[in-house]
T-cell receptor, first 111, second 110 residues
Framework: DVKVTQSSRYLVKRTGEKVFLECVQDMDHENMFWYRQDPGLGLRLIYFSYDVKMKEKGDIPEGYSVSREKKERFSLILESASTNQTSMYLC??????????FGSGTRLTVV | DQQVKQNSPSLSVQEGRISILNCDYTNSMFDYFLWYKKYPAEGPTFLISISSIKDKNEDGRFTVFLNKSAKHLSLHIVPSQPGDSAVYFCAASGAQKLVFGQGTRLTINP
């Protein structure tokens, strides 16, 4: 089974800090995704990538950027953390358009 | 614009009875639909899916029904068990990415 590993389960950061969320998958998946989950809003797509060095904006990219230098690693960057970015962040990878596997999530609190 | 909607934020069902979770979508280009289950502090896990060429798919206690004309799908769990208590997300596939609904929190009461 493919495994998607998110580096931190819980993070607390200060407003204005630059924050890096790391995600690594151990299968040879082309596609990787970053979502955030908020109560009542479900899972919203922030950014995704179909290949190394490639990235595309999702539905809510504002305040975020991503990096995919290697196929197995997809990083989400909060350039200047704000309190409205307090959320659960979920990384996923897939071999095609349907076979998503999610990581366990990172609960980020911005104070 | 919410393309995938789960209008019930929560549902409470007695153990052993049927749980029915509903989902509506607006984009007729979606051609594959999935249900994910999520426990607290864990990532969502795949539960069951259905292609738009079918109207029903069954896997053990879980059955998904698709009504394309109504742009509606539902997940039936029977019999419901305490371990089914979780948040359930429906998702629709379009252009290599999934669009998720808001989720329904299912609670199974003993």
């Amino acid at each position: 089974d493919v495994k998607v590993t998110q580096s931190s389960r819980y993070l607390v950061k200060r407003t204005g800090e630059k924050v890096f969320l790391e995600c690594v998958q151990d299968m040879d998946h082309e596609n990787m995704f970053w979502y955030r989950q908020d109560p009542g809003l479900g899972l919203r797509l922030i950014y995704f990538s179909y290949d190394v060095k490639m990235k595309e904006k999702g539905d809510i990219p504002e305040g975020y950027s991503v990096s995919r230098e290697k196929k197995e690693r997809f990083s989400l960057i909060l350039e200047s953390a704000s309190t409205n970015q307090t959320s659960m962040y979920l990384c996923a990878s897939s071999w095609g358009r349907n076979g998503y596997t999610f990581g366990s999530g990172t609960r980020l609190t911005v104070v | 614009d919410q393309q995938v909607k789960q209008n019930s934020p929560s549902l409470s069902v007695q153990e052993g009875r049927i749980s029915i979770l509903n989902c509506d979508y607006t984009n007729s280009m979606f051609d594959y639909f999935l249900w994910y289950k999520k426990y607290p502090a864990e990532g969502p896990t795949f539960l069951i899916s259905i292609s738009s060429i079918k109207d029903k798919n069954e896997d053990g206690r879980f059955t998904v029904f698709l009504n394309k004309s109504a742009k509606h799908l539902s997940l039936h769990i029977v019999p419901s068990q305490p371990g089914d208590s979780a948040v359930y997300f429906c998702a629709a596939s379009g252009a290599q990415k999934l669009v998720f609904g808001q989720g329904t929190r299912l609670t199974i009461n003993p």
